[in-house]
């Protein structure tokens, strides 16, 4: 266990930050589940669920949650995805 105060206070921050990621990594994983299962569909709706989860992937990436080439990787990937299933 921390004994500096600023050990300490290291320690509430990480607390913090770490529920912070869990959530917004767990977001993420919906969008991108939700932008499969619409691209197996077809239609408008995998290009508007495309839309909704390269603006939370770019978003973690500005955050730090994401490395900014991890998160252009899977926007490409998803984007590939959604491609070939309306074409």
């Not at 300490?8 to 932008?35: I, Y």
């Not at 197996?40 to 978003?59: D, F, M, Y």
């Amino acid at each position: 266990m921390a004994q500096h105060a600023s050990a300490k206070k290291r320690a509430r921050q990480d607390l913090v930050r770490r529920a912070r990621n869990r959530h917004v990594r767990a977001t993420l994983r919906s969008a991108v589940k939700a932008v499969g299962s619409a691209a197996s569909e077809g239609g408008e709706a995998a290009s508007e669920a495309l839309r909704r989860a390269e603006r939370l992937i770019r978003k973690a990436a500005s955050k730090g949650v994401l490395s900014k080439k991890q998160a252009s990787r899977t926007v490409s990937r998803l984007a590939q995805r959604v491609n070939r299933a309306s074409s």
